[in-house]
């Protein structure tokens, strides 16, 4: 089973950028479709963005967040342009089952995720 951590967080400014990196152990990685997740606290886990294991992609994020993934390094990636003070969250990344069509219908595996902070 693939554990994944994820890292790239921080405390930037409104309009700057991040690169969020997950980064999954095993030999596994590339069968299972991946997703990033934020949770403000005290507010409901939202889905970010999501990408087959083929880079089929899905995004919820107002065309400033970019899903990607690089198998043969068993990362997937979100790139964050023009943050916003309201993306302030913690960012998990997930995967879901193996084999499921896309997009997945449910995610098994999760990060403890990375803090992402954006001040004013």
């Known amino acids: 089973q693939v554990q994944l951590v994820e890292s790239g967080g921080g405390v930037v400014q409104a309009g700057d950028s991040l690169r969020l990196s997950c980064v999954g152990s095993?030999?596994?990685?590339?069968?299972?479709?991946m997703g990033w997740f934020r949770q403000a606290p005290g507010k409901e886990r939202e889905f970010v963005a999501g990408?087959?294991?083929?880079?089929d992609r899905r995004d919820s994020a107002q065309g400033r967040f970019t899903i990607s993934r690089d198998n043969a390094k068993n990362t997937v990636y979100l790139q964050m342009d023009s943050l916003k003070p309201e993306d302030t969250a913690v960012y998990s990344c997930?995967?879901?089952?193996?084999?499921?069509?896309?997009?997945?219908?449910?995610?098994?595996?999760w990060g403890q995720g990375t803090q992402v902070t954006v001040s004013s």
């Open positions: 095993g030999r596994t990685f590339s069968y299972f479709p």
């Open positions: 990408i087959s294991r083929n880079g």
């Open positions: 997930a995967a879901g089952t193996a084999g499921d069509s896309w997009p997945p219908s449910r995610y098994i595996i």
